[in-house]
């Protein structure tokens, strides 16, 4: 099937919101390249404003990212990198670094990333100078061909392309201004159980430094200067884990997404944007992946709604409430803002 053809959608949230669920879910339908961590994982410059060579884009995706070698050499891997799990991966945080695009977005798709990894340098780095977005686009639809090959004789066409990255509700206005034709899903989760989960995971502790350094900055550049940090090798990277966090930190920094990541979702036309609550999507499965499904233009298969309802994990939820009475009290506080946002949607 024709690239064009394919819908391409962004689910965006805070992270920590179950996203990461969702995109093991879409990877089950037929009909969905599901595209996880692309954009954080390239992230600091995964959308350049100006035109690239083939060449230049292929060595931003194939170009190692220091937070991510500095916390798998620590010992302190994020769960959402699949890489360093990889039986017989050629590729070394402590020599020469995993390339970006390995780090989740291929072991999502395949038990085989490097040999996907060396079958797409030729089809992409061999491209002329175009805009990010047209190299994203061949990017995706040579994804979709290795997919549809695995299920030559199986499953039919890919109809549509749904990228997933955690921590990238901030990238809406860049997202919508490189690809106009694209659909968004935010996927959001109950504030004080968000920033909870937020508070217990490495990369968010390190987040949090990095963005009280860049106040006021744009994800891009919290990630850019949390690529500085962990570059530095005097960097106290386990200090800094170690370090006591009230958790009221992390509902600030929660809050603070969601009102500035509903501003805007708000310009992005009506009848491309769609809302889904995590609480939702574990409480009654089947009929909001049946709404997802349509928002994505594909169809709500029932063999899928009843595999895909399998994968969800309803335990997650209400960790916040067995916190101590005073410390639930001061997250709920630090997440009201956003609460209330999102109640106005």
């Not at 690239?52 to 060595?59: A, D, N, P, S, V």
């Not at 966090?245 to 009102?259: A, D, K, N, Q, Y």
């Amino acid at each position: 099937m024709a690239e064009r053809t394919r819908t391409l959608t962004f689910v965006v949230g805070t992270g920590r919101c179950g996203s990461t669920a969702l995109s093991r879910v879409l990877r089950l339908h037929p009909e969905v390249l599901s595209v996880s961590e692309l954009i954080a994982s390239v992230e600091p410059g995964a959308l350049p404003e100006q035109p690239l060579t083939g060449g230049e884009f292929w060595q931003l995706l194939a170009s190692s990212r220091p937070f991510a070698d500095r916390m798998i050499r620590e010992g302190t891997p994020l769960p959402e990198h699949l890489y360093p799990g990889v039986a017989g991966g050629r590729f070394s945080a402590t020599d020469g670094g995993i390339p970006a695009l390995c780090l989740t977005t291929l072991p999502h798709l395949t038990d085989e990333p490097d040999a996907l990894f060396d079958a797409l340098e030729p089809v992409l780095a061999g491209r002329g100078r175009a805009p990010a977005a047209e190299h994203y686009r061949a990017l995706f639809g040579a994804l979709a061909a290795h997919v549809e090959a695995e299920h030559a004789g199986g499953e039919g066409p890919l109809r549509a392309v749904v990228e997933r990255s955690g921590f990238s509700l901030g990238s809406v206005p860049r997202l919508r201004a490189a690809f106009p034709e694209a659909r968004f899903v935010h996927l959001h989760r109950d504030g004080p159980d968000c920033a909870l989960s937020m508070s217990r995971h490495a990369g968010f502790r390190l987040l949090r430094t990095a963005a009280q350094a860049e106040e006021g900055s744009e994800e891009q550049e919290i990630a850019a200067a949390l690529g500085e940090l962990t570059a530095d090798d005097g960097f106290d990277l386990r200090g800094v884990l170690e370090r006591p966090v009230p958790v009221e930190r992390f509902g600030e920094l929660w809050s603070g997404m969601i009102t500035e990541g509903l501003a805007h979702l708000a310009d992005v036309p009506a009848e491309l944007r769609a809302s889904l609550s995590y609480e939702d999507l574990l409480d009654a499965p089947e009929p909001e992946l049946t709404a997802l499904a349509r928002h994505l233009g594909v169809e709500p298969h029932p063999a899928w709604l009843k595999s895909a309802s399998a994968l969800l994990d309803g335990a997650r939820r209400g960790a916040s409430a067995a916190l101590p009475p005073p410390e639930r009290a001061r997250l709920a506080e630090s997440c009201a803002p956003g609460m209330r946002a999102l109640a106005r949607i």
